[in-house]
């Protein structure tokens, strides 16, 4: 649908600005007095840019074109997408081994058991340090994360 936002026969009396719109979008303009009810806008509907979520670096989510969400280090998540159905969430980390959300001394407590057990229970893996096997190496990998706060 081509509408017009302001008053049609006044801006063509006028020679005003007015934006042409297409589908809710503003997509070109062009100066009265055209005959308006002939004037067809000159832009693909599939050129238009697409707004979509954007997870940003802080975990937050905006709505925002996808140049705008990589300059500001997000990523987006696809056009038409919103904020109420994208998880920006950080993913979990794997040496929350009790899956609280912190990584403290209770995970190394059940990772010391994994590694006595000769494996973890419980879905998790233990392998931190990622050589396919549970032992020293994943307590080195372990106190580094807590060491320096990140997994």
Known sequence: MLGVKGDREAAMRT???VCVLLGGAVVGTMMAPIPLANAEPR???AALPVMGACCLPDYSCLVMYHPDCVEAGGRWRGPNTSCD?????????PSD?????????EDLRILIGCIEQGGCRG???GDLNGDGSVD????VAFLDVILTGVC
């Open 97 to 105: 081994l009790d899956g609280s959300g912190v990584v403290d001394w």
């Open 15 to 17: 020679g005003k600005l």
């Open 136 to 139: 020293d190496g994943d307590i």
């Open 85 to 93: 159905d994208t998880n920006c969430e950080p993913p979990p980390c």
């Open 43 to 45: 832009v693909s509907r």
């Open 123 to 125: 879905g998790s893996s």
